[in-house]
């Protein structure tokens, strides 16, 4: 059982928790809110990127479950693809990518110099895979075969360009270097 005797110190079964030095940021909360954040300027991305002028009524009627659970899939391959390579250098496994699979270009272990940002990372890969593989089991046969992705930090790479656009580094910069 948790009590808070103030808005600083937090006592939790007997034990006292030193007082917060960053009281207005809960890491958890920021990073579940970052990552939300990022999944949903991904998707729309795509979606408003692929589908610029070229949307009608008769498209959207068109799309299927299926159509619907590879397109989460595609994402979920590169989200996957990307956590992995930064937590251990390599991605997907052969048996989670399908048949006749694309490549990936880009991507790196990344030397983690603080540990719960490194946990944080081997967290969100642990569910991406989970993710590839509820779909991939979900579809059967229908699911599609991860495509060639581009998980690169050059200079007009996505993820260097999503990087500027999100501030985290400025124009001329790439991410991760």
Same mark, same amino acid.
């Given at each position: 059982m948790t009590y808070e005797a103030d808005d600083d110190i937090k006592i939790d079964s007997g034990k006292v928790s030193p007082p917060n030095p960053f009281p207005k940021l809960d890491m958890r909360e920021a990073r579940r809110t970052f990552?939300? /954040?990022l999944g949903a300027g991904a998707i729309g991305a795509a979606v408003f990127g692929a589908a610029e002028g070229s949307f009608t009524e008769a498209h959207a009627q068109s799309m299927t479950d299926v159509n619907v659970l590879n397109f989460a899939l595609n994402l979920e391959y590169l989200e996957a693809s990307f956590y992995l390579n930064a937590v251990t250098g390599q /991605?997907?496994?052969a048996s989670d990518m399908g048949p006749n699979p694309g490549t990936v270009t880009g991507g790196a272990q990344v030397p983690?110099?603080?540990?719960?940002v490194k946990s944080y990372a081997v967290e969100i890969a642990t569910q991406e895979r989970t993710h590839v593989e509820f779909l991939r089991s979900a579809l059967g046969g229908s699911a599609a075969p991860m495509p060639n992705l581009n998980i690169g930090t050059g200079l007009n790479d996505a993820f260097t360009q999503v990087a500027v656009a999100a501030g985290v580094i400025s124009q001329g910069q790439t991410f991760n270097a």
């Open positions: 990552l939300t /954040g /991605g997907l496994s983690f110099a603080i540990p719960i």
